[in-house]
């Protein structure tokens, strides 16, 4: 929590791989609030609280949320805030290895990552971050071989 009212702002505009739990802590001179939970863009939920009676709103699910809430203050007036965008990111990349047999002839080179490529969706294209284990296998010898990527 940044304010002693207001959004926590922990996992603000930061992909997280798990639940994330948004705590709203209204201003002493609320009379009540209205939040609404906005998933990709669309409205999921509304929800009218008394004054004072904190909140707590979970992410469970893969999508970009943001909160709107509309206070109606005890001088009569509206205030509205809306909080950062939270990323919940439940999905992994998706590996994709075109071939699932190699053939590597005495004397000649392989290009392990010819017919790979790694997508998250979220981060986009993720081929440069996959590592296999080529460097490690006794490629001098005859024989089968595993070959790992991860």
Not at 109 to 121: E, K, L
Request: net charge neutral.
């Amino acid at each position: 929590m940044n304010n002693s009212y207001g959004f926590n702002t922990e996992y603000c505009n930061m992909p997280a791989n798990n639940n994330i739990k948004i705590t709203y802590v209204p201003s002493s001179d609320i009379v009540y609030y209205t939040y609404n939970l906005y998933k990709n863009s669309n409205l999921v939920r509304t929800v009218t609280l008394d004054s004072g009676r904190l909140t707590n709103i979970f992410l469970d699910s893969t999508g970009k949320y943001y909160v709107s809430i509309e206070s109606h203050l005890q001088d009569g007036s509206v205030k509205t805030e809306t909080s950062c965008e939270y990323i919940v990111d439940k999905e992994k990349p998706i590996l994709t290895i075109g071939k699932e047999n190699l053939t590597l002839i005495k004397g000649n080179t392989i290009d392990v990552m010819g017919n790979v490529s790694a997508r998250d969706n979220i981060d986009g294209d993720m081929t440069s971050f996959v590592v296999t284990n080529i460097d490690k296998l006794d490629l001098k010898s005859v024989g089968k071989k595993k070959l790992t990527y991860t």
